[in-house]
């Protein structure tokens, strides 16, 4: 059973910057990624990482976003800069310790964190 934990959640103004981290129990994560959640919508892909190196942002977000990982930590991070409020969600990290082939949809993984809450106001 892999665990995640995420942080880096927060209330933010518009404008502002947040780092999200989730940091996993196993070191064998071959697929992760993060997703968000708004009230009333479906849970939706934000961006996906690989250990061999790949990675996959959604068509919905811009460069505003930045997924990275560090394989010694065992943690994935996502950079959100210039904050709007329609970002305003949980955050939510899933992890796999196989290759998904759609890494951005939720389906395909095994593993959720149990969310952070990013909330940006105007």
């Known amino acids: 059973q892999v665990q995640l934990v995420e942080s880096g959640g927060g209330s933010v103004q518009a404008g502002g910057s947040l780092k999200l981290s989730c940091t996993a129990s196993d070191t064998h994560i071959l697929t992760w990624g993060w997703f968000r959640q708004a009230p009333g919508k479906e849970r939706e892909g934000v961006a996906a990482a690989t250990a061999a190196g790949s990675r996959y942002y959604a068509d919905s977000v811009d460069d505003r976003f930045t997924i990275s990982q560090d394989s010694a930590k065992n943690t994935l991070y996502l950079q959100i800069n210039s904050l709007k409020p329609e970002d305003t969600a949980m955050y939510y990290c899933?992890?796999?310790?196989?290759?998904?082939?759609?890494?951005?949809?939720?389906?395909?993984?095994?593993?959720w964190g149990q969310g952070t809450q990013v909330t940006v106001s105007s």
């Open positions: 899933a992890a796999d310790l196989a290759y998904i082939k759609y890494p951005l949809k939720p389906t395909g993984y095994n593993y």
